[in-house]
């Protein structure tokens, strides 16, 4: 599975956008862009994933480049209840290997 | 509601004890996964289960074993030859075949004094 890369840590104001980068230069055809955030002492949470695409659900916005080494997690309205550590994951898609590698991520603090 | 239940949250043993952490789902899914995490750091797969009664190594198997009887059990055991036990544990479930995320346990902290 490719590498990705990410800023140690982030601020944003509450309720502005959140833009969080990730880097994933070597990045094959195949694979897709996963977002996780794990709050403090809790399991990671499935935020959205994608291709090529860009995709929106009720929790984020994610903006793949055309030539998919970055891409943006957006958090549209950052609310405290956001401040959490954001992962960007890449993975093959189907075939045999499921398997989700977690790298130290984004520490995004919401401030007031 | 389905989900995945982590026991117990807290979990305190003494240094060369086994002890078994466990992991339930009822979500169906067929593939489970065991991460530790220590602080400040990601997650480092330990085994997972792709179909019942059978499993693998992940990065960092030494030391502990686990079990897959039945497709909503999962637990892992942590022997006495793992030298620094003391961690966060986290277990996941996914769909196999899909390009579904993981859905995630509360997890359990585990103190070896």
């Known amino acids: 599975d490719a590498k990705t890369t990410q800023p140690p840590s982030m601020d944003c104001a509450e309720g502005r956008a959140a833009n969080l980068p990730c880097n994933h230069s070597?990045?094959?055809?195949?694979?897709?862009v996963y977002w996780y955030r794990q709050i403090h002492s809790q399991g990671p949470q499935y935020i959205i994933h994608?291709?090529?695409n860009n995709e929106t659900n009720e929790m984020a916005s994610l903006i793949i480049t055309e030539d998919r080494k970055s891409s943006t997690l957006i958090l549209p309205h950052a609310t405290l209840r956001d401040t959490a550590v954001y992962y960007c994951?890449?993975?093959?898609?189907?075939?045999?290997?499921?398997?989700?590698?977690f790298g130290k991520g984004t520490l995004l603090t919401v401030n007031p | 509601d389905g989900g995945i239940t982590q026991s117990p949250k807290y979990l305190f043993r003494k240094e060369g004890q086994n002890v078994t952490l466990s992991c339930e789902q009822n979500?169906?899914?067929?593939?489970m996964y065991w991460y530790r995490q220590d602080p400040g750091q990601g997650l480092r797969l330990i085994y997972y289960?792709?179909?019942?009664?059978?499993?693998q190594k992940g990065d960092i198997a030494e030391g502990y074993s686990v079990s897959r009887e039945k497709k909503e059990s999962f637990p892992l055991t942590v022997t006495s030859a793992q030298k620094n036990p003391t961690a966060f544990y986290l277990c996941?479930?996914?769909?196999?075949?899909?390009?579904?995320?993981?859905?995630f346990g509360s997890g359990t902290r585990l103190t070896v004094v």
């Open positions: 070597t990045i094959s055809g195949n694979e897709y």
């Open positions: 994951i890449v993975r093959e898609g189907g075939g045999s290997n499921y398997k989700l590698t």
């Open positions: 289960s792709q179909i019942v009664n059978d499993f």
């Open positions: 979500l169906n899914h067929d593939a």
């Open positions: 994608g291709l090529k």
């Open positions: 996941a479930s996914s769909i196999t075949g899909y390009n579904y995320g993981y859905t």
